[in-house]
């Protein structure tokens, strides 16, 4: 269901925060390597596309689409609008009509497989944002809405007013940030048939062998946990998410193969209940109760 994990198939997806607009080639060879992997959901934003500016990623995807069309083929593509760097946040009906026709037209497309806003705007009325969402769906511009760091008051408040079903919640997930098992997102998610496509999965790199002094035992718990199970710590970071009982899908961000090839270990890893204990207590700093 949209390339993403249900309970008993587990799934990753690709994603394209770290593009810029001229990378077609990487980008071609990186969704090859995706794509014979199995992975068929590709994650991306309006606002991505680092020094080419707003736009950057989604026009780089439209430009990956001509030269490879074949790449798409099942494949759920998925976008987000909601955040420019000036408001910083907007979902005002005129604001989200007007991105997604942007979007498509950047992307070359007729109609987006999912699209999320971004981020909550608080000055948003939900029943406005909803009703946005449900004139692109009858529009036929957007097939199924997602939404994307919200809180569970926040989804709540929206799938009030909204009649299309939401879909999905894009969150920040990692072994290195754990926050969501705790805060009742997940919960949220697991009673309402939601799925959680889950960003940063390595916490932007700071799981990787040189991150920062703050994600030291957890990465000692990744490698110690590695060395046992034969596996490498990344795919452990990605085992991780993928044991939670909720419909997690970690996006992978690295632009490098070997990277995408370690992470795509994580599907082979079964953690147990006490390993998965051990990375919870070292990103909290503390044993559970
Ligand atoms: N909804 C949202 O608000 C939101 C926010 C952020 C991201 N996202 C989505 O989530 C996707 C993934 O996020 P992300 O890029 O932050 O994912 P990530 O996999 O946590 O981080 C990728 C970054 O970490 C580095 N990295 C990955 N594995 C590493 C390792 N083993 N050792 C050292 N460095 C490593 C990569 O460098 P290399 O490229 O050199 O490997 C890259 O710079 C994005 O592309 C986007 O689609 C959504």
């Not at 990378?23 to 992997?37: C, G, K, P, Q, Y």
């Not at 069309?69 to 007007?98: E, W």
């Not at 199970?229 to 909720?246: D, E, K, M, S, V």
Request: hydrophobic share 45%; net charge neutral; with cysteine.
């Amino acid at each position: 269901m949209l390339g993403l994990s249900e309970r008993d198939k587990k799934r990753l997806a690709y994603g394209f925060w770290r593009y810029t607009e001229d990378r077609v080639d990487d980008a071609i060879a990186m969704l090859s390597l995706a794509r014979e992997n199995g992975i068929d959901h590709f994650d991306t934003a309006d606002v991505y596309g680092g020094a080419s500016g707003f736009g950057g990623a989604e026009r780089l995807l439209g430009a990956v689409r001509k030269k490879a069309p074949k790449l798409f083929d099942g494949v759920t593509l998925a976008t987000k609008a909601g955040c420019d760097m000036a408001s910083p946040y907007q979902s005002s009906p005129a604001y989200l009509k007007a991105a997604v026709d942007a979007s498509l037209s950047r992307l070359g497309i007729a109609r987006i497989d999912l699209f999320y806003i971004h981020r909550p705007d608080l000055l948003t009325h939900p029943a406005d944002a909803a009703g946005a969402l449900d004139d692109l769906v009858a529009a036929g511009k957007i097939a199924t809405v997602g939404v994307s760091n919200y809180s569970v008051p926040q989804i709540e408040a929206l799938t009030k007013y909204m009649k299309a079903p939401l879909r999905a919640h894009q969150i920040e997930f990692s072994a290195g940030h754990v926050a969501p098992v705790f805060d009742g997102t997940l919960d949220q998610a697991m009673k309402r048939h939601i799925a959680i496509p889950a960003w940063s999965p390595m916490a932007g790199g700071r799981l990787g062998a040189h991150g920062p002094e703050a994600f030291a035992a957890v990465r000692a718990v990744l490698a110690r946990l590695a060395g046992e199970h034969g596996a490498t710590p990344t795919a452990i970071a990605i085992a991780f998410l993928l044991l939670h009982p909720a419909s997690v899908t970690p996006i992978l961000g690295s632009t490098q193969p070997e990277r995408l090839r370690e992470a795509l270990g994580g599907l082979s890893v079964t953690l147990s209940r006490r390993d998965w204990y051990d990375i919870v207590e070292a990103a909290r700093g503390e044993r559970m109760p």
